[in-house]
Every structure is written in C-alpha cells, then in structure tokens.
C-alpha cells in the first residue's frame, strides 16, 4: 500500500536553529498537508498546499513557518527560529479523498 | 472550520469486552475517518467512512451523515487495542481532528 515518507523520524535541536522536516507524499495526490500534535494533546491543522501554493493556513502557522515543494516528490516544512514551544509530533498526509499520513518527526526543541 | 468532538475521553476495558467510541461533528462533511495512534506515534487509518457503514474484522464503523455522528466499535478487544482513538472530518476545507478518547484494555 502507498505510504506517505517522513524524514528524519527524530531530530533534537538547539532554540533560535532552524530545522526542516521533509515529507515524500503519495505519487498522485495532489493535496498535501503539515499537521502538528504537541505531546498528550490533539492533532492540530497547520498548513495544506495544492498547486504549488498554500491553500489554507491556520493561526499557528506564522510568519516562522513555511512549505515548499522543491521538487516533483519532496514537500517541505521549515521552521526558521524554533522556540521551545515547537516542540511537538510534525505530521505530513497527502490527500485524494481520503488523508493518508506518514509516521512524523518528533522535533524537540533544547 | 468545523468542529469534530468525541466521547468518552477515555474508556478502561478488561480484554474481551465490547466499546462504542462516538464522534460528533457541527456540518455536513465529505470526510471522514477513524485513527488509531499506537504508541509509537504513528497514526494508522482505520476507517474512511463519510456514510454509511464498514466493517474490518473485530472493528466497524457507522456513519449517519444526515445527524452528524459517527460510531466506532470495538469487539472483543484485546491489549494491543490500547491507545488513542481519533475521529476526523472535513467539509470543504482542510481536516480537523478531534480530541481523542483514550482507551485502555487490561489483560
């Protein structure tokens, strides 16, 4: 069965760097999407992207985040200043009807 | 958006017995699915049910669209059942999650 692929599955990094989760969606969706779930809570909407533009943005996804689809098959999710509060499971899915997600990255924010 | 609500937030079973998990959603929807979160992290599909009724071994669920509810149900379940239970639905704009209803089986 197809599978949405998510790198790295953990990553530690310092407050104030930089990091960028990288997802590989389904080959023929055409939607795809960032949500986050903080540890114990639920799983909140970031971002969902089609045409190689954000189609809807939730009020967590400020101007420290961004997407990018770089190539035909990568899909990206950069946060430029991490704070401790982004901390949290990033999950990617990609869509045709229904979501398909990948497995997440734990980021841990230090 | 929409907003998808579930109960019981957490529900203890000994190994063998039945649940029913419940998802009420506030608009009509042409989505909906079940997640189970194991506890690695990893959210696994179990169902895409935007009506009607499907059925996966010892799981089913039912979805009455026209009354915004849907039901997950659990027979015999067993230990490796454990973990979070999410219901999710869209309408016209992007997925919302709701807040899970943890569930536990004791040996």
């Known amino acids: 069965e197809p599978e949405v692929t998510q790198t790295p599955s953990h990553q530690v990094t310092q407050m104030g760097q930089e990091v960028i989760l990288r997802c590989v969606p389904i080959s023929n969706h055409l939607y795809f999407y960032w949500y986050r779930q903080i540890l114990g809570q639920k799983v909140e909407f970031l971002v969902s992207f089609y045409n190689n533009e954000i189609s809807e943005k939730s009020e967590i996804f400020d101007d420290q985040f961004s997407v990018e689809r770089p190539d035909g098959s990568n899909f990206t999710l950069k946060i430029r200043s991490t704070k401790l509060e982004d901390s949290a499971m990033y999950f990617c899915?990609?869509?045709?009807?229904?979501?398909?997600f990948g497995s997440g990255t734990r980021l841990t924010v230090v | 958006g929409i907003q998808v609500e579930q109960s019981p937030p957490d529900l203890i079973l000994q190994e063998g017995a039945n649940s029913t998990l419940r998802c009420n959603f506030s608009d009509s929807v042409n989505n909906l699915q079940w997640f189970h979160q194991n506890p690695w992290g990893q959210l696994i599909n179990l169902f895409y049910?935007?009506?009607g009724t499907k059925q996966n071994g010892r799981l089913s669920a039912t979805t009455v669209a026209t009354e915004r509810y849907s039901l997950l149900y659990i027979s015999s379940s067993q230990t490796t059942d454990s973990g979070v239970y999410f219901c999710?639905?869209?309408?016209?704009?992007?997925?919302?999650f709701g807040a899970g209803t943890r569930l536990t089986v004791k040996p």
């Open positions: 049910i935007p009506s």
């Open positions: 899915a990609s869509s045709v009807r229904g979501y398909t």
């Open positions: 999710a639905a869209n309408n016209n704009n992007d997925m919302r």
